[in-house]
C-alpha cells in the first residue's frame, strides 16, 4: 500500500498588534516572503515604506520567540541606529525572511514613530 504524505509548506506566526491583540497567521515558506510583506498582507498597520529596502525602518518589530534568526545587517543595525523605539530585540520585518525554522516565531509590532 502506497501512502502519500503531503508536504506543508506553511507555518504559523503570532504578530501582536500595537493594541496587544494577537493574531495568528499563516505564511507560505514557498514565496520568498519577508515578515514585513506577510504583515500587508494581513492588513496589519506596518507602513514598509521603503518596500523592504531597510532603508525607513516603518516595518520595526520585536522579536519576543527564542527563534534562532540571521544577524542583522550593517544596513539593517544602521537603520535600527536612526530608528525610534528601539530594544534589544528590534528588527525590520522586511529583514527577516520566512523559512521552515520559523515555525511559531511571536513578534510584536513597534510603536509608530
Known amino acids: 500500500m502506497l501512502i502519500l504524505q503531503t ?6 506566526i503570532s504578530i501582536i498588534d500595537r493594541e496587544g491583540q494577537v493574531h495568528h497567521v499563516i505564511a507560505p515558506t514557498d514565496m520568498n516572503l519577508n515578515l514585513m510583506e506577510v504583515c500587508k498582507i494581513q492588513e496589519l498597520p506596518v507602513a514598509g515604506e521603503c518596500g523592504g529596502m531597510a532603508m525607513c525602518a516603518s516595518c520595526q518589530v520585536y522579536v519576543e520567540s527564542n527563534h534562532s534568526i540571521p544577524e542583522p545587517s550593517d544596513d539593517e543595525l544602521a ?6 523605539f528601539v530594544k534589544n530585540n528590534s528588527r525590520l520585518g ?5 523559512h521552515e525554522a520559523l515555525e511559531g516565531l ?4 513597534a510603536p509608530e514613530s
Open 79 to 84: 537603520m535600527l541606529d536612526q530608528a525610534f
Open 94 to 98: 522586511c529583514q527577516i525572511h520566512i
Open 7 to 12: 508536504v506543508s509548506n506553511d507555518i504559523q
Open 106 to 109: 511571536i513578534i510584536r509590532l
